[in-house]
């Protein structure tokens, strides 16, 4: 149990280090053809550009999305929300989760308020997390209540999905211990 501790600790503390606070200009998101699923059920084409780490399935969320380098900046806000232990403690999750192009979408100003506002930080978080398993089925018309509390939608078909018709899912149904990740290119804002 203490190697598991040290190991999310160091985990963490990495992920504090690697949070940019000056992003610059937008990425250019990839418009590649999906890759077909893969024989663990992920799919989509920014599923080989995500560093895989043996055994994801069995560790927490956190954790879970921490092996993955280009979850740095969502992993780096988690921490700096102290979101971690919550979304830790939840049996059953489903995380959209902004890979690290999707933070370089949002201008510095918007970055630097939100980290700076530890309320609105956890909401716009929260808003990227469904409090249920969602699996790739669900996806093609779903609507789903947040854990921020308002409403998301998925659309789309075959390897092929958006979230509230804006954000692709570059790389979807990655397994954590009690969660499913579907990366995506987009930062989520929640209803005003």
Known sequence: MRFIRMRTAKATEAALVAIPL????????????????????????????????????????????????????????????????????KPDVTIFAPNDQAFQKVTVSQVGALLSNQGQLKKVLTYHVVDKQITPNELSKGSFTTVEGSKLTTSGSGTDFKVNGKANIVCGNIKAANATIYVIDSVLQPPS
Not at 52 to 66: F, G, H, I, L, Y
């Open 22 to 89: 000056a992003l610059g200009g937008l990425a250019s998101p990839s418009h590649a053809q999906d890759a077909p699923p893969s024989p663990s059920g992920t799919f989509g084409s920014g599923c080989s550009a995500l560093s895989q780490k043996a055994n994801t399935a069995r560790d927490k969320v956190v954790e879970a999305a921490a092996a993955y380098p280009q979850l740095s900046q969502l992993v780096s806000a988690t921490v700096r929300a102290k979101l971690g232990v919550t979304l830790d403690g």
